[in-house]
């Protein structure tokens, strides 16, 4: 039996008194695949992996992890996943090697070989108390942890933020290498956008726990498209098929819907933090 | 084989890595039977999504330049002369299409246009 | 659940190394104090009071950490988390009521305190008991500053219990006491009244742990 979606999350709503921190968010994450969860901080991103943790309580909404409901026997199915939160939460007093111990007896599929190299690959000492490592060896620490047990799932939150670039790329480059299997499957949050655009296949968009867009990245670079024009020219294309626009002194810059466009126009390749950007600040 | 991807060009990823294996098949540095990196692999050493290269090799192998074996991975196509007929005919369809944008900017009519061609390929024969 | 308690284990011996051989030596100082008189009592107390903290001490240290947000990535249920914690709390309380007990035993053997050491051995088991029934549900609950407030009421209780057991001049007057005033209270022979109060306190421990798998259950992060 293969299961044909890594997370299916279905209507998931988490209110507060003061308003919606998730509003009816629904998503698919195909089996293979990785996808980009892309928001401003306090978006709802962490909600929503919270909330598909069962850390905290929906309002209503199903959600279901290789191919199980997340409320029954879920700490089965956490058994196949790698999860790195933000706040990896490991004990300040531990070391790398004590932290092995622990995993290998909690975990039923715990690989010390794997645990050791990857330790390796990401130059994490094994001595080193946890207390005594940086923001990114923490988080280097929990990913090692995480790609250590045979997972089938990796779910990361906010796991490269505050992280320098030669590190993220480390990371995404180990991503890249789990998804060589086409069983595995990633979901990472991130509001640094340039880290995701190049591995992923699925781009999502929350904003004020709104699901904006959830798509194929390739097909978001052939709907929508950049122009650059004056802003008279601007005013000649249909209002509808503007996502977004930017207008200074000296022309303005639009992103638009590629089909709602006449064909003589020059139409530029977007990026998706553009996109996202222009998306947020028009309110759509 | 040789592929670069340049991510900044207005061209689709996935349209990238059609024309180029294409090239390949058509030069002869990809043969016959000759099999291809799987999509998963190559997608993984690109560092670009599953889903562009699954794209790329549909549209190769709707066009007949390669063709897949269950469960072994996708293949070169015997050489077509039809098709690379074909090829070249659609690429100079497109070079027409430049040509004669060009030449209205210029202020140059039909006429001037076949002169010119003339000249060239008079030259050659 | 192994993982846990290695987990636990480890905590405890780099947070609550201090609390543990403080509790050892106090448990030898009342072994060497031979004239019977009551300030052992205290130093035997104390020692199961430091012990029978360590469970929600620990809690509180990986609330004060936030390394209870690792426990989420792990394959291990809410219950399982807490039943942990109370396996590792009957682990700690035994090994240290055993201990005293022992000392206790050995102290006035020969001296036909039997009774009287029986009875210091149910006060031992009630207290060191007691407290994290009451303790490991409140820091779940409260958790922080009102957890470790409540925490502490319990053990202060049994202190101030054990302070005015120090206004006797020696055990047997203690004793003494003991028996007349539960003879006048309850009618009842006091081996038989421990006995009970001991089987009571079992029954609140038994009684906490539904309470707390359910507190932590809807606790949410």
Redesign the interface.
Known sequence: MSITNAIEVKNLTKSYKKGFMLDNISFTLPSGCIMGLIGENGAGKSTAIKLMLNMIKRNSGTVKILGRDNREDFELTKEDIGVVLDEVGISECLNAKEVGNIMKHTFKNWDEKVYAENLQKLSLSDNKKFKEFSKGMKMKLGIAVALSHNAKLLILDEATAGLDPVIRDEIMDMLCEFTREETHSVLISSHIVSDLEKVCDYIAFIHNGKMLICEEKDRLYETYGIVRCSAEQLNDIEPDAVIGKKISPYGAEAIVERSKIPSDWEIGAIDIEKLFVFMVKEGH | MHIFIDNKSGTPIYDQIYTQIKNHIISGTLKEDDALPSIRNLAKDLRISVITTKRAYDELEKEGFIYTVAAKGCFVAPKNVELLREENLKTIESYITKISQLAVSCGLNCDDVIEMVKFEMGDKE | M???L??DG??MW??QKVNMIIALIFSFISAFNIDGSNTNLFFIFYSCLMISFIPSGLYL??ER?????????????RK?YVLEKYLLSVLCNTAIILLNSVILLIRTAGQSMLKDSLMMIALMTVMTFLTPAVGLPAVMKFGGTMGTFVNMIVPSFCMLLIMSVMSFDSVSDLVQYHMQAIDSMIHMDFMIFYLLITLFTFLLYGISIPLSVKIYKNK??
Do not use: A, D, I, R
């Open positions: 192994k993982g846990l290695m987990k480890y905590l780099k947070y240290v990986e950490e936030k390394s209870y947000m690792n426990f989420f990535t792990l394959p291990v249920s399982t949410e992060f």
